[in-house]
């Protein structure tokens, strides 16, 4: 719901925020009004993170109480598509 999200963009962090549910991301976008311009909300599974981002280059990815939501399926792609987006070419 933006908790997470709030404590880096408090420190000026340029944030991709996903989630699966709608209602946790605009709360979350409530939360983090303030910071808006930093922070880009995406409804999605962390499993479409490699097809989705494709282009994008992240200093890191956290997977924020995530994980233990996923099937073992969507953990697997979720992590090797994380590293395959961050990856330095």
Known sequence: ?????????????KITA???N?????????KTAQFSSNIS????NASEIGSA??????DLIIFMASL?????KE????????VSVNSIT
Do not use: N
């Not at 709608?22 to 409530?30: H, P, Q, S, V």
């Open 75 to 82: 953990r697997i792609t979720s992590i090797k598509s994380s």
């Open 41 to 44: 909300f995406y409804v999605m």
């Open 18 to 20: 996903i989630d699966i």
């Open 22 to 30: 709608e209602d946790y991301i605009l709360k979350a976008k409530t």
């Open 1 to 13: 719901t933006g908790s997470s999200t709030l404590a880096f963009a408090e420190k000026g962090a």
């Open 68 to 72: 233990e939501h996923m099937t073992i």
């Open 53 to 58: 981002f494709k282009t994008f280059k992240f």
